[in-house]
Nanobody
Framework: VQLVESGGGLVQAGGSLRLSCAAS????????VGWFRQAPGMERNFVGA????????YNEDSVKGRFTISRDNAKNTVYLQMSSLKPEDTASYYC??????????????WGQGTQVTVSS
């Protein structure tokens, strides 16, 4: 399966963006999906995840209350809604198909990433 992120761009601090992760060549409902981000010169960090049905969502503390993950399995797409963006949210954002919702370290597929830049 291929995952393609979109929706990144340049936004002012306090603004919002919605990222999409569209799957092709497979049914995304077979996987939990995680979002990760990587700033220049930094490690790739886990942001949050959603289980296969969408009934369970986890967000890291750094984005809790600002970022929301959702999915539309009929559209084969997972979303990351980001609001109250801060300059420190600037990074490349990646979605990934997870073997298990509870284990974001076990990844079957990565997307290619989309850049989010937040200006102060």
């Amino acid at each position: 399966v291929q995952l393609v992120e979109s929706g990144g761009g340049l936004v002012q601090a306090g603004g919002s963006l919605r990222l999409s992760c569209a799957a092709s060549g497979g049914t995304i409902s077979r996987w939990a999906v995680g979002w990760f981000r990587q700033a220049p010169g930094m490690e790739r960090n886990f942001v949050g995840a959603i289980n296969r049905s969408g009934g369970r969502i986890y967000n890291e503390d750094s984005v809790k209350g600002r970022f929301t993950i959702s999915r539309d399995n009929a559209k084969n797409t997972v979303y990351l809604q980001m609001s109250s963006l801060k300059p420190e949210d600037t990074a490349s954002y990646y979605c990934a198909a997870l073997r298990r919702f509870s284990d974001p370290g076990r990844i079957d597929y990565w997307g290619q990433g989309t850049q989010v830049t937040v200006s102060s």
